[in-house]
């Protein structure tokens, strides 16, 4: 059997893992004292560990190396979408961005969006389980939901960063391999099946975000958000 | 309201929404003689048509003017996955795949797959939908289950087309921007969680398959469908 790997954000302050691990750790996997895993602390390190005891209510474990420390990529992708009305849309598009690697996904609401709100708990269960399994180093961040202009108002101008919004329009914008300087955070922003509204649209341009084109095709939120992510990594790949 | 789409593959010799089209045009949309619909032959033609008759059972319509006719891109994508166990996950591949495009979607099982049969009705539906939603005009092909062996001896090596598999390797293989020549027909072989035996990836090698890698990360099944698909399409972006 392959050895377990867990999530600890701070394995060497606090051995010990969460009360959902250790159920899972105790209860389904039955560890005991001395049995090896795997931690990971979401920062880009990966530890060899021993557990030490084993309670579904709490595990205790020590630190007997750490195999892997990874600096973060020279890029960063920050995924901003206003969440479908359907949430299990968005819990598998989070999986998915999970999986190919993402700084962060963070939720607004405008003009036309389906959803006003959102629970963010159920995703942040998603990310750490496509953490384990895709051997990815780094947590990505969950945001609850803003609003549009809250949003667009907080992010700035910063020299390392690139703003991008996905925008139906005729004649199409540039793809996102015209579009983008390789090593930035990039801001990318979906908009809902209703996309943005003619003022959102303005405000973004006028607030210097660029427009981009994901193709001919009329993406769904959920696969747009996935699409973009995913051809940012393809623009990377060396 | 914008105009409803169908979609019919013979509207020509046959002016008749199916069974389902018939009872979504007329129970949920309410449809009546005279009221403008856009049929999708899936072949690349989209026609402007208008109700003759609608009733739950069958509705029939007469073409006002074909207003699409486009012809198949140069290149063509088969995906060949080995179906994972949850159902669901393959669905929404399949969703994803038409949304981006794609030729055609089969399924096989090896030694290690997790499934060995597979409904494709459901698959089909989902096809036809996103059809509908993605203003794409050629509808995927949906074949149904074979044996690796079976899949392997069926598929020839042929001037026009590439045979590639998805395979995790120390050191990894190349990523498929530089595996594939542009403009062919490809066939991707994805295999199950367990991955391919040795004996299969032999096989495939010996038969002229490339492997390809998928970076860095460790993909679900369904996500390295997904990714290949959504690569091959970036990797033809003009």
Sequence with gaps: MSIPVFYEPNPIA???LSE??????????RLKA??????????????EAKIDQSTSKKTSFHLVNEIENSVMPAYA???????????????????????FGI??????????????EIKTHRLEKIVIS?????????????YPMVSFKELVGQLGNKEDEQKLFAYISNPPSSSLSKSIHLN?????????????SSEESEALISTDWTPFSLGKSILRTETAGLAATHAIHLLHEN
Tied chains: 1, 2.
Excluded at 20 to 29: C, G, K, N, T, Y
Aim: net charge positive; proline share 6%; with cysteine.
């Design 77 to 99: 992708i920050h995924l901003w979408i206003a969440p479908t009305k359907q949430m299990e849309r968005m819990e598998w598009m989070v999986e998915k961005c999970a999986e």
């Design 34 to 47: 001395g049995d090896p895993i795997f931690i990971l602390n979401g920062k880009g390190q990966k530890f």
């Design 20 to 29: 959902e691990e250790s159920i899972h750790a105790h209860r389904v996997l």
């Design 103 to 116: 700084q962060s996904i963070g939720f607004f609401h405008s003009r036309y969006s389906e959803r006003k």
């Design 130 to 142: 496509a953490l384990k399994q895709s051997k990815n180093l780094f947590l990505p961040t969950i």
């Design 14 to 16: 606090s051995p010990f």
């Design 184 to 196: 930035r955070a990039y801001h990318i922003l979906i908009g809902p099946e209703g996309d943005f």
